[in-house]
Structures are given as C-alpha cells and as structure tokens.
C-alpha cells in the first residue's frame, strides 16, 4: 500500500509534467500530504471520501485512487530535493506506540507573532499553549536583519518583553501553569554573526540564532556552522540546513564535526516541525545521537494551529532514536532555564 510519502511524490512528479492551474493544484497536494492525519489506505479502508483531506478535490482523489489501484512497478524514490520528510500520519503512528515521548514534551522553542511575520498576537498562541497543556513556549520574532519577515529591533524587543511580562502575571494567576519564555529568532550572517546588541540578548530567556541568507551555497558550510555555535549569545541553532521541500537543498557540511562541536559546547540544535523544513531530518538526527548533541524542538508556527506541527519533529527525533535526555523540550522549565544559564556563564568565561 502506498503511504502518504509516496503519494506525495507521485503527486509532485505529476506537478512537472502537468501544465499551469492543474500544476498548481498537485503542487499543492504534495504539499499538503505531509498534514494529512490519516493514511489514505485507511480513509479508503472506511470507504470514506478522499476529499475530506486538505488540498484534494474529486480530480485528485481520482487519481491517486487509480495509482493504489494500479501500483506501478518502478520504485518511485524521491529527488534529495523531496527526500526524508515524514508525514503527519506516520510521524502519528509512530508516537501512538511510543506514547510516553508524547507525555515528555513540555513545550515549543520555536513560533512567531504578530510582533514579525505571524498571525497570532502572543497571546493567541499562548492560548494555543495552554490548550496543549504546555509549560513553557518561546516567542522567536525575526531580529531587525530580516527586513522581509518583519524583523524587531531592540527597542520593540523590549517593548514586546514588557507585553510578555503582563502575559505572565495573569497565566500565573490563571489555571494552566504555561510560561511565555522571551526569545528571538536571531538572524545570522554566514560569519556567525549576530544583528542584536549583547545588551538585549542578555534580556532574553532564550537565543535561537538563524541563518537566512546564502542559502544556495554548494560548497562545504562546515566553517559557518562552527562560527554560529560559538557565537557566544545564542543557545539553539534554528532549522540548521535551511531546507525547503521541492524549492531548496540546503546547505552541507562536515557534519561530525559540526554536532562534535554543538556538544563540546553544550548547545543545540534545532528540528524545525515546520512541514516543508523537517530540519533537522532523521538522516542527521542520527548523527546527532552518535555525538550526544542536544535536540530542540521547534514548529516555527506562524498561525496558533500550526503548534500541531511539532509531532513531525517528535515523530523525526523518535525514529532517528534520540535519547529522551537530549531534547531540551522534554526539561522541566526550570532545569531548562539553569541549562541555558549554564551555557551563557561558559561562554561569558571564554569572552
Ligand atoms: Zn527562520
């Protein structure tokens, strides 16, 4: 039977031979299957309609209907372009035999809010949190490098922390015993560097550092890596390749040496949930595990729902056989807060 990976890119090889709006539409579906919630052998096992899924109207669901019918006989493998993305589906059934993984997540280190490039106001996807039974979130806006994503400066930083600070007195006065932790989604030029100054970074629960740009580089990156993780203000490396399903490789590296490093210096690196990144993918997080190097988790949502994004990443770390005490998630916030204290002394030490 055909999983919803592979039918994913039948749809996106359909997506190159078809022509202008019918393109668009299987695009879309390829897209879109990595979010289904089911198999779709199993919808079809219910005699149920495929169009109950996102992005398939009854054009689609014919189709893909006479690809299960009529398996072709040539494995499909996909372009590293569209390789090792998990889908919701699987990602669901891997943590439904697992279900203590689930119950570890405490929380997400990586969204966005109005205050950037998000819908939701802070307290939106607080709310969003709090329907998770989280313990503590991350707000990551884009720093002020990224114009394009609406990056903050320091000043709206500490604006946006005074309106965190207000968020906290109530949810501490309220039921759930969720916590707006201050971050940002540093933007990092391919020197490492940083945009924001020492002063409001040193404000900040968390510092997530990213890379935008230069993106399409072929050669080896290893050096960048190395630049970034000592960057002595951040802790989390965001989605470290900067892949995009069916648009960009990423970027490559010594990879080793780039997690050996990551470990030598206590800091992590990101899974980023959101469904065209998966990045980290399993093929790296098992290097990773080889060198202990820490894992966060991050759905990089930019509307409350896409919180929900955060069991592909879950499902990834679970498959590639990430120990439990090397996801930063699954600390209680407060041996989270002495880890990131512990980071930031060290690298204090050695400034
Ligand atoms: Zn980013």
Known sequence: MLANTDIAELLAREAESAGGILSRAFRRAARSAFLWPEEVGDVLAQNRSLTELRAIGPFIEKQIRHWIDKPSRSTHRAPVIRRDFISLAKARHLLARQPAWTKNLRGDLQMHSRWSDGSGTIAEMADA?????????????????????GGIDEHELERQGAEIAKLNTSLRKSAGNLAILRS??????PRGEGDMSRESLSALDVV???FHSSLRKVEDQTDRYLAAL????IQILGHPRGRIYNFRLGLS?????VFAEATRLDKA???DCYPDRQDLNVKLLKIAREHGTRISLGTDAHHPWQLEFIELGLGAALKAKIP???IVNFMPILNLKTWINRVRER?????
């Not at 940002?184 to 030029?189: A, D, S």
């Open 129 to 149: 949190a709090t329907k998770r039974s989280y313990e503590y979130i991350a707000i990551t806006d884009h720093s002020k490098g990224l114009k394009i994503a």
């Open 184 to 189: 940002i989604e540093m933007n990092l030029n």
């Open 208 to 210: 997530l550092g990213s």
């Open 230 to 233: 000592r960057n002595p203000h």
């Open 253 to 257: 590296a010594d990879w080793p040496r």
């Open 269 to 271: 690196l990101e899974v």
């Open 324 to 326: 439990a005490d090397r």
């Open 347 to 351: 690298a204090a030490r050695k400034q």
